[in-house]
């Protein structure tokens, strides 16, 4: 960062004292994309309810005064329908919602803060990546750890995010477009970017099984997770696990043959299919049908993208009205 030198004094200078409340780690968000299909042109919510539910359980984590959650949702529509004009027509562009929270009270202590202030940020948003439904290359960095138990890695908060940061840096600027997350000191897999990380493989029973780390404490409580879980569970094709496994877990199915894919799941993306795990120097080949996405990547992809737009009729999809 580089300062100005000529410093200039102003006879006085007026701040909001809840902006410094701001800066200790209070915002907190929820992403949800309003989508217009091109059949109906019908505006839809993609599970609003669920994000209502995640974003009242993170302003308790952090003490900020409650709200209406319904209220809220209504708020969010209205806004929806004032500027649905700002929704992308095209498939795979959406408009994007943050709903927002920060800690408004007029004092310079770390405590509970009585009021807040609430708003939604949106912006038209495109592929999450510049390349699109593109796989990607991610890096295992263990000198780093997202979360920990009694944390709030589990929390939409604010503070989870910057330190991130600097690991995704390093990552891309050697070669990766991601950083996968571990913890403990057997490297436990656990997400990978801001996204939750699935793992489908022949497991050493030889059943064929979708695996994700599970909800203890540390790991986001992600809606697109719960939708990938729930739409696995109803396909009844394969076992699908909530459970923790290893880096040494992943090398040893990659080596042996049993490793199908592997994919991030999340808001922005969806899925975003995975081709490689950087890890202790060595480099290892993610399987890809077509060279692009596994089968099952794409077809979760394409499922959920089809109920977001209205195309699978879904109680997941909400019609704006």
Not at 67 to 88: G, N, T, Y
Not at 152 to 175: C, L, R
């Amino acid at each position: 960062m580089r300062l100005h030198t000529n410093i200039h004094t102003p006879p006085s200078l007026r701040v909001e004292i809840r902006f410094i409340i701001s800066a200790y780690s209070y915002p907190f968000f929820v992403r949800h994309p309003s989508h217009l299909p091109g059949q109906d042109g019908k505006v839809r919510l993609f599970r609003p309810d669920m994000n209502m539910r995640r974003l009242a359980r993170s302003t308790q984590r952090i003490a900020l005064p409650d709200f209406d959650q319904d209220q809220f949702l209504e708020c969010i529509k209205e806004l929806v329908k004032v500027d649905s004009a700002w929704i992308p027509e095209e498939k795979g562009y959406s408009l994007y919602l943050r709903p927002t929270a920060i800690g408004t009270q007029p004092s310079l202590g770390v405590g509970a803060s009585k009021n807040a202030k609430m708003f939604v940020i949106m912006s038209p948003v495109g592929p999450y990546y510049k390349n699109g439904f593109a796989p990607v290359s991610l890096l295992a960095d263990d000198r780093y750890n997202r979360a920990w138990p009694g944390g709030v890695g589990n929390y939409k908060i604010g503070g989870n995010y910057a330190p991130g940061v600097v690991p995704q840096i390093e990552a891309g600027e050697k070669g990766y477009d991601q950083l996968l997350w571990l913890s403990d000191e057997d490297h436990k897999v656990t997400e990978v970017g801001t996204m939750n990380f699935f793992v489908f493989w022949t497991n050493k029973a030889g059943e064929k099984e979708l695996i994700t780390a599970p909800l203890e404490g540390t790991i986001l409580p992600g809606v697109t997770r719960d939708s990938i879980i729930d739409l696995a569970k109803q396909w009844g094709e394969f076992k699908v696990t909530e459970g923790w496994f290893t880096m040494k877990d992943l090398i040893e199915a990659q080596q042996e043959g049993r490793l199908i894919e592997a994919f991030g799941a999340g808001t922005a993306c969806i899925v975003s299919p995975v081709k490689n795990i950087g890890y202790q120097g060595k480099d290892y080949a993610v399987p890809l049908a077509a060279g692009k996405s596994g089968e099952l990547t794409l077809r979760v992809n394409n499922t959920i993208s089809d109920i977001q737009y209205g195309d699978i009729e879904s109680e997941w999809s909400v019609v704006v009205e």
